[in-house]
């Protein structure tokens, strides 16, 4: 299922699937997230836990045992969701893992989104409920449209840093997959000609990946990731990886400003 929050400026969608965001659109009607065409790429803005990127070979070992991960950024995103608050401008989601044979670990995720202004924040919390350290990561991974300005091509936008890098979209910057940036506090998809520009807070994470399908075809992923993949079967030997206690939280936020679109 599918729910709404607004505010006047944005209306945001998300689904119990994966507790997910699912569209940002403007007081005008205009859409800025990828709309997930199956045949290019289904996603939108999924959250990788419990890791980002692919685990080495599709296993890890924990206390001599074997786990086989089955596939890239953790299976938060694939399972339902449940709506346990919704107010004003604001929602939160809530999934709980008992521990199995792919993550041995019981936990509680949390995911809220809301909207300030013409601001909108995707807070996840995780809570390890296992009797045993959690090894974790998280990435956010929002696919925004592009082009978003009507009438434009792919090659008039860059994704711009405030560490003054630029990169433009050229239609073969993606032709080797995902790449990571120094983006130091901000990463910003910009529409050159019009200076017009989506922006995402990068300060404080381990990276940030640039993607999208080669070509182009109809969006830019910003990826602010709190650790990376590394070529370990043991997950706190990849790069970032942070460590839960039982009963500990932690918490991470995806900020994305669309006041300049």
Known sequence: MEYKVQNGALTLTAATLGGLLQSIRTADGQELIWDGKPEIWAGRA????????????????????????????????????????????????????????????????????????????????????????????????????????????????AVRMETGKVVPMTRDVFDNDSFQVDCGAWARLEHMPSGRYIEVDTAGWFTTLLWSKPGIPGFVCIEPWSGYIGESHDLMERPGTGLLAPGESRTWTLRMDFANV
């Open 46 to 157: 999924p959250v990788c836990f419990p890791w980002c990127g692919a685990v080495q070979d599709n296993w890890f070992e924990a206390e001599g045992v074997r786990h086989t991960t089955g596939g890239k950024h953790g299976f938060v995103r694939d399972v339902e969701h449940t709506l346990v608050a919704q107010s004003g401008s604001e929602m939160t989601f809530r999934m709980d893992h008992a521990g199995d044979e792919v993550w041995p670990w019981a936990f509680t995720f949390r995911t809220t989104h809301k909207l300030e202004g013409k601001k909108a924040f995707t807070v996840c919390t995780a809570i390890n409920r296992a009797d045993k350290p959690m090894p974790v990561q998280l990435g956010f991974h929002p696919a925004f449209r592009c082009p978003f300005v009507a009438g434009s091509d792919v090659e008039e936008y």
